[in-house]
C-alpha cells in the first residue's frame, strides 16, 4: 500500500456519500428565455453560478441530464452538445462544484427512448451509479422534465423562465403529485437545508 492509500480512500468515500441533484442545461443553468443558436457565447442564468457555489456547500454534486434547448433557432449537434458540457464542467470546477457525469440526447425523436420524458439517459445514469434517482432533486424548465422526474420517483422542481407560464397543474392533478416551482436556481438553492 502507498504512503496514501488511506487518505484518497477516505476522500473518495465522502465524495461517494455526497447527495446529487440532477439537472438540465437550458432553463435551469443556461438562459433560454431568447432562442438559443449553437456557436453563441454560453452563459450562466442570473444567480446559477452563485446557485451552484450554494448547493456544493451544502454537500450536493451533480448529474446533467439534458436535451434540446426548448427555444432555438435550429437544433444542437453532438458537436455543439460537448462543447457546451465542456464549457461547463470548466465553469462547475472553477465554483468548486463537482458534475458526477453529464447525459445528453441531440435528438427530438419523441420515439427516442434518450429523448424527454422518456427515461433512457436516466435509466442509463443509475446504471453507470452516477445517481440514485428515487428521492433526488430533478431541476428542469419544462414540462416534460417534471414528467420524467416522476416517472424515476426523482422530485420534479422546475425554474420558472420569465414572462412564461408554467403549464404544470393539469400534470400534478393527474399525477399526483406537487412539481416545485422557483423563479431561479437561486431561489431553490437558498430554500434547500445542507445535506450533511
Known sequence: MGRYTAYFND?????ASRKVIGITLFGALIDNSTPFTPGN?????????????MLTQKGYDFVVVTGQPPSRTKNLE????ENILSGMKNAFEQLGARIKNVYYAPS???NDPYVKPNTG???RAQAEGAVKWEGTYYIGAEANDAKV?????????LIKSPGKESKTKAFELTHQVKVQEFNSLLEFAEQLPSSY
Request: net charge neutral; proline share 5%; aromatic share 10%.
Open 149 to 157: 422526474a416522476v416517472k424515476v420517483k426523482a422530485i420534479p422542481v
Open 108 to 110: 427530438v425523436d419523441k
Open 121 to 123: 439517459m436516466f435509466d
Open 11 to 15: 476522500i473518495w468515500k465522502m465524495q
Open 41 to 53: 457565447p454560453v452563459d450562466f442564468s442570473e444567480g446559477a453560478g452563485k446557485a451552484v457555489q
Open 78 to 81: 453532438q458537436h455543439d452538445f
